[in-house]
């Protein structure tokens, strides 16, 4: 069984620029999360998909950050435009039921010039 | 609101040793999950283990435990016979099933080196 794909592994951008991640989460998985993961931190929760409805989007950035989730399977993370302190890991995640243990992504590693 | 506290930074073992990584846990809630990830140098998350609010018996899986004390709210993994392989970030995390709306809250991890 695949596990949660995401690219791209790395991005270097400069401020101001956009910059998006995808996801594809294993088959059959409802759940999606984007988590953001600062050095030396946990991650913590940017937004919750059941299906393709954002049912806990409290904590995204809505100013710049924004995220998709078409037909209920990939998503899509965005940030416009870029700051020096999204520099980060946004990590995305799949369950199989809302109770059920994460399935983490290798991660994509946004660096912010 | 829910908070996990992991007090260890870095933890230090001797290969074959077994070591406990310390994870406390505040939530009003009563039914709520307790998990442990693993965080190698690649980045994926890979989890370890989880225990129910209501589950009686300590959660096993392999040479990983979780020494679950509900009325400390404490929630501690235990690794046996460490191999280097075990080095990595350690993360606890709870799942508040009402108050936190089943979302997933990490704590700030434990780096264990496994010594040769």
């Known amino acids: 069984e695949a596990g949660v794909v995401q690219s791209p592994r790395y991005k270097i951008i400069e401020k101001k620029q956009p910059v998006a991640f995808w996801c594809n989460p294993i088959?059959?998985?409802?759940?999606l999360y984007w988590y953001l993961q600062n050095l030396g931190q946990g991650p913590e929760l940017l937004i919750r998909?059941?299906?393709?409805?954002?049912?806990?989007d409290s904590q995204l950035p809505k100013d710049r950050f924004s995220a998709e989730r078409l037909k209920g399977v990939d998503s899509t993370l965005k940030i416009q435009p870029a700051e020096l302190g999204d520099s980060a890991v946004y990590l995305c995640?799949?369950?199989?039921?809302?109770?059920?243990?994460?399935?983490f992504g290798e991660g994509s590693r946004l660096t912010v010039l | 609101a829910q908070k996990i506290t992991q007090t260890q930074p870095g933890m230090f073992v001797q290969e074959k040793e077994a070591v406990t990584l310390d994870c406390t846990y505040d939530t009003s809630d009563q039914s709520y999950g307790l998990f442990w990830y693993k965080q190698p140098s690649s980045g994926e998350m890979i989890f370890l283990i989880y225990q129910g609010s209501y589950d009686e018996q300590n959660a096993t899986e392999g040479r990983y435990s979780l020494n679950f004390q509900k009325a400390r709210k404490s929630a501690n993994l235990v690794i046996s016979a460490s191999q280097l392989g075990d080095s990595a970030m350690y993360f606890c995390a709870m799942r508040a099933d009402q108050t936190g709306a089943n979302n997933l809250f990490f704590g700030t991890g434990t780096r264990l080196t496994v010594i040769p």
């Open positions: 998909y059941e299906n393709e409805e954002a049912v806990d």
């Open positions: 088959s059959g998985h409802n759940t």
């Open positions: 995640a799949s369950s199989k039921k809302i109770t059920g243990e994460l399935f």
